[in-house]
């Protein structure tokens, strides 16, 4: 017993110090390959006609993590700004993050909505779910909050983007779980689409390939989540 | 002090204490006991109430102090103070790191790491440990302190303001916040981008209209008008956040303002969260809510915890995170909710009691440095 937890003590410890190295790029050369889970739940109308219109895109990013270049957060958003570059060359993307460190989901929908009433960005990709799950908020008043927001960043002509949280494997996924399922239920009610971080880290997970280290990991999720907005646009 | 300010500062060790009771409450989220909290009826929360006692607070000390001791003696005292509060800052962050990295490792979940927005400290170290020391990396629920240091450090500039130009600071005080809200303008981040939680470009506002009221009571000024429109005004305003923090949330509108005239954000105190902490004091000091709470805390236990503040919310910040963590990892039901919160709760007036034990222990050791009545309270 005492063996096992020394061993997973050296194993966390070497994933902490692992990502520490700055200026690591934020693409990820090797990433695993992405199934049918990738694909947005929703379509993105006012981001396509966006899109079409040939004028500068604004996005706004919430609880995404810094865009700032080596940035501790920066894996997930830099990477996803880059693959969004390149999917959309010679356009002009605004993307305005908004940080919401440590934030539940009642506190981080004021966040959304000061966003996009100042900003009126026509995509917003808002990542909730854990903090909520480590707070072990109410996970009906969690999908209740964030489909309230749904609705009133759809109100206001944006598509919204929800972004789930990472699978690990831990003994506490059916806690979790409970906070995936309140995120994809406001994807079913249809005024938000659900990217499904969860689905595919534990794909990944399952298969043996998820990218170490973290770092990794989440730069492979920025370039899924991309290239799954940009299917939505494609004629 | 005067005696209207002597007879008024324990109403203030009252509501203070309530507020880190609330805080606490509120700082594990959905416990069973958070709808007694008043962040649920209404725009602002315990933290308005915390952060205007504390201005409060601070009028009344400092007045006396600088009438005593003159600026440079304000100015000492506050760096002193600003200090202290600084390295319990710097301790309770630490102790919570510990702890959440004790669990990331005993539960072997990469994911706890992330606990309030610690995830940086422990992936980019180097970087965070310069932001923490900065006052540029704070991790959530473990903001308000650095909003209070700076403060403290800006009570020698608004001291002599809120003495004899009062309705000059509130104009002064009044304006940073409308150009923060109105450019955006907060205070940095680092490593990471963004704002501080607290801006305290937005909060000295709410601040400074307490020193005015705490400089007032020190003069035995009266505070608020006895005007009844003032009042009904005040109560509708209550009542209204009310019904629409209940039940109409989603229904927020769009106007044609500014987002922070009409719109609700903690982090740059949006006027309707301003208006909401104004009107529940206005409410407040007309009713006699004081007087019914000291009836029912016969005790003094709130009283107790609001004269110890600032050690009382250092360890209740601690001690929520590890209720919060305790409670996933014990996959806890409700009453076992509720005895965690109320546990808590009752190590933080343990504490305030050992607090006062030891300061009349002291007082009996060195007679000549008895502490006067309500000496333990601070700003």
Known sequence: MRGRAVLRLVALCAVLLLPAAPGVSASAPACPPVGPEAELSAPLPRFAQAVASGGPIEILTVGLGSMRAGGVEGPFAQAFREALARGLPGRTINITAVPTPGMVARDAADRVRRGVAEGEPVLVIWRT???????????????????????????QNADLVLVDLAYAGSAYEPTYRRYVDALAEV????????????????????????????????????????AAILRRVAP | MADAARQRAWQIDLFRGLALVMIFINHVPDNPLVPLTSANYGFSDAAEGFVLMAGIAAGLVYLRKYQQEGWGGTLARALQRAFELYSAHILILLLAAAFVAWMAIAEGDERLLGWIGLGPLFADPAATLLGIVTLTHQPHYLDIL??????????????????????????LSGGLWFIANWNGWNAPT?????????????????????????????????????????????????????????????QWPTLPLPWFLYGLDKSFLSLPRLLHVLALAVVLARLPVAQAIAWLDRPGLLMLLGRRALPVFCAGSVLAIAVQIWRFVLGAPWWLEVVLVLAGLAIQILLAMLLDWAERARSRTVPTAAAPAGKGRTP
């Open chain 1, 129 to 155: 779910g854990l903090t909520d799950a480590l707070a072990v908020t109410d996970p009906t008043r969690f999908g209740r909050i964030v489909q309230r927001a749904a609705a009133w960043v759809s109100a």
């Open chain 1, 187 to 226: 994807g079913r009610v249809g005024e938000a689409a659900v990217f499904r971080r969860y689905a595919i880290t534990e794909a990944w997970h399952r298969a043996g390939v998820a990218p170490q280290p973290m770092a990794a990991s989440e730069a492979c999720l920025a370039e899924a989540l991309a």
């Open chain 2, 146 to 171: 650095p909003l209070y240091i700076l403060l403290l450090l800006a009570v020698p500039l608004m001291l002599p303001l809120a003495a004899r130009a009062p309705a000059l600071l509130l104009a």
């Open chain 2, 190 to 250: 680092f490593p990471a981008e963004g704002g501080w939680m607290f801006n305290p470009l937005a909060w000295q506002f709410l601040f400074a209209i307490g020193m005015v009221i705490g400089a007032r009571l020190a003069r035995g000024l009266p505070v608020v008008p006895r005007s009844n429109l003032l009042f009904a005004a005040a109560l509708a305003y209550v009542a209204f956040a009310a019904v629409v923090i209940l039940g109409f949330e989603e």
